[in-house]
T-cell receptor
Framework: GAVVSQHPSRVICKSGTSVKIECRSLDFQATTMFWYRQFPKKSLMLMATSNEGSKATYEQGVEKDKFLINHASLTLSTLTVTSAHPEDSSFYIC????????????FGQGTRLTVV | QQQVKQSPQSLIVQKGGISIINCAYENTAFDYFPWYQQFPGKGPALLIAIRPDVSEKKEGRFTISFNKSAKQFSLHIMDSQPGDSATYFCAASRGGATNKLIFGTGTLLAVQP
């Protein structure tokens, strides 16, 4: 069964508003989670690494003030897209490693964000 | 050094045929090489993974071949089925739960009935 759950699967928001996406590890504790963005027919682009209890590490070119990441517990990380604009519309996916004592990376179901 | 190169970009295979996707990496510190399958609108799902201490790993119809000296690895899908039609991504990383995966560019596989 799924070990990483992401919610919501789809969200439509108005330009200028903020949207929060949740990522939960269901049966293991994830000290580190990863957030990706994927454009149509493209590969996964790592946005940031989320660390429980500390600040996220953002990849070069990713605006940390626009994409707020909070890793409040060992099973929950959130990505908030602030002041969303149509160009933020994309497929966002979270991932976590460390389930069942191994290093396999499992992914959430993804969130389709549409900003209108 | 961080790149993972994947080919082909797209692949069409007849039902029952063998699908082969290739990847190459540069960073010799990588020691974990997974393959993911992604259907439209879904997150990637782990198919099979290999570590550099073995040259081949097989799980059902899926086989990874690994060539450490050439820094290449490939996915073979035997007896390909229309349900295998999806996008496949190779990836590489150093082991450990805190290390990020470096993804290939993806291969869109279409298995024709």
């Amino acid at each position: 069964g799924a070990v990483v759950s992401q919610h919501p699967s789809r969200v439509i928001c108005k330009s200028g508003t903020s949207v929060k996406i949740e990522c939960r590890s269901l049966d293991f504790q994830a000290t580190t989670m990863f957030w990706y963005r994927q454009f149509p027919k493209k590969s996964l682009m790592l946005m940031a690494t989320s660390n429980e209890g500390s600040k996220a590490t953002y990849e070069q070119g990713v605006e940390k003030d626009k994409f707020l990441i909070n890793h409040a517990s060992l099973t929950l990380s959130t990505l908030t897209v602030t002041s969303a604009h149509p160009e933020d519309s994309s497929f966002y996916i979270c991932s976590a490693r460390g389930a069942r004592g191994n290093t396999e990376a499992f992914f959430g179901q993804g969130t389709r964000l549409t900003v209108v | 050094q961080q790149q993972v190169k994947q080919s082909p970009q797209s692949l069409i295979v007849q039902k029952g045929g063998i699908s082969i996707i290739n990847c190459a990496y540069e960073n010799t510190a990588f020691d974990y090489f997974p393959w993911y399958q992604q259907f439209p609108g879904k997150g990637p799902a782990l198919l099979i993974a290999i570590r550099p201490d073995v040259s081949e790993k097989k799980e059902g119809r899926f086989t990874i071949s690994f060539n450490k000296s050439a820094k290449q690895f490939s996915l073979h899908i035997m007896d390909s089925q229309p349900g295998d039609s999806a996008t496949y991504f190779c990836a590489a990383s150093r082991g450990g739960a805190t290390n990020k995966l470096i993804f290939g560019t993806g291969t869109l596989l279409a298995v024709q009935p």
